[in-house]
């Protein structure tokens, strides 16, 4: 289990990430955003898409662990998820759901007293998780697909 101060900087990570995010894809077109930031991967922009369905899933999912005894989550298929139209949308619909939802998971995150972190769920591909478990996979989650988005820029030259 991560320490108080571990989880701070972790949720200072998830307040941060809407800033980076937008960093990362301002100034892009609409041709850099459709390019894969790797052979065979999303494109930039179904990368900000799956943000957008990733950490709403991951809000629900911490506030099924607050709320309920040992609830058992729901998985989907990101990759489908990342096929559907609305991944074709421009940026701005899913930068705004990460910048709101990100705000509102912070202040949750930071109102959790001590004793709630071990709460736990079940994940059907993951077996028993924590809410510690959560903040921890999250707070990386968005650091990561950044961190592809700035890759391909700076390899790109763009």
Not at 136 to 150: D, E, F, K, P
Request: proline share 5%.
């Amino acid at each position: 289990m991560a320490t108080a101060e571990e989880r701070q900087k972790q949720i200072d990570r998830i307040e941060e990430l809407p800033r980076l995010l937008e960093e990362a894809v301002r100034g892009l077109d609409d041709e850099q955003l459709d390019t894969p930031y790797r052979e065979g991967g999303w494109t930039v922009r179904q990368v900000v898409h799956h943000l957008a369905d990733s950490h709403a899933n991951a809000v629900t999912r911490m506030k099924l662990i607050l709320t309920e005894d040992h609830p058992t989550l729901k998985t989907y298929d990101q990759d489908e998820w990342a096929g559907l139209a609305d991944s074709a949308l421009p940026l701005e619909p899913s930068l705004a759901i990460v910048r709101g939802l990100h705000q509102r998971c912070t202040a949750l995150l930071r109102a959790v007293p001590e004793e709630a972190w071990p709460r736990t769920a079940f994940h059907p591909e993951r077996g028993d998780i924590t809410l510690d478990d959560l903040l921890g996979l999250y707070a990386g989650h968005g650091a990561n697909h950044v961190r592809q988005i700035t890759d391909l820029r700076a390899r790109q030259g763009w």
